[in-house]
């Protein structure tokens, strides 16, 4: 069964530092993973997709296949970042998502 | 740019009571969907469909149950209410064809009493 694991329930980092926020997913096939964003009493939105591979808002995201990982990154973080993130999984290359718990960030000044 | 709209932000419903949360996407999506979202649970999807009339059962269906009459509308409805039932409710659209950006509405907070 498709599965994702978000570890951290709560990170806490201080501005500027880096942050890692962690992804283990189980599927037997070609996966697709995302990570979704929802910002204090804003709307939960797309933040990056693995298959496009980019950087939004200076974070970056690289699929493991050995590792069945996804890890959110970005180097310095921001007070704007404290959120909270899920990362999600395609189900056999449908339009059906599997979220994993989700992590909220908080970055503090 | 996509806008899915819900038509309650809170609702206070009590327990037996029959709830309708509804949900309408004005960018012609073929797909919608409903999860529930609980602190420490994250999002559980409860219903989906990928066209006029047709249904798909999620990870926690019981409970619950959906209409889809119209491409643009995705109802949700609690056919007796029960306090277990206290949740976020999320709504959410796919236009279909591998497109997997789903996007969101901003959420029903249904409290049942």
């Known amino acids: 069964a498709q599965r994702v694991t978000q570890p951290e329930k709560l990170l806490s980092v201080f501005k500027g530092a880096p942050v890692e926020l962690k992804c283990n997913y189980s599927?037997?096939?070609?996966?697709?993973l995302f990570w979704y964003v929802q910002y204090s009493r804003q709307r939960l939105q797309l933040l990056l997709r693995h298959i496009s591979r980019e950087s939004i808002k200076g974070f970056t995201a690289d699929l493991n296949k050995g590792e069945t990982s996804f890890h959110l990154k970005k180097p310095f973080a921001q007070e704007e970042d404290s959120a909270m993130y899920y990362c999600a999984l395609s189900q056999g290359g449908s339009e059906k998502l599997v979220f994993g718990k989700g992590t909220k960030l908080t970055v503090n000044p | 740019d996509v806008k899915v709209t819900q038509s309650s932000r809170y609702l206070v419903k009590r327990t037996g009571e029959k709830v309708f949360l509804e949900c309408v996407q004005d960018m012609d999506h073929e797909n919608m969907f409903w999860y529930r979202q609980d602190p420490g649970l994250g999002l559980r999807l409860i219903y989906f469909s990928y066209d006029v009339k047709m249904k798909e059962k999620g990870d926690i269906p019981e409970g619950y149950s959906v209409s889809r009459e119209k491409k643009e509308r995705f109802s949700l409805i609690l056919e007796s209410a029960s306090t277990n039932q206290t949740s976020m409710y999320l709504c959410?659209?796919?236009?279909?064809?591998?497109?997997?950006?789903?996007?969101f509405g901003p959420g029903t907070r249904l409290t049942v009493t």
């Open positions: 959410a659209s796919t236009s279909g064809g591998g497109a997997y950006e789903q996007y």
């Open positions: 599927y037997s096939g070609s996966p697709e």
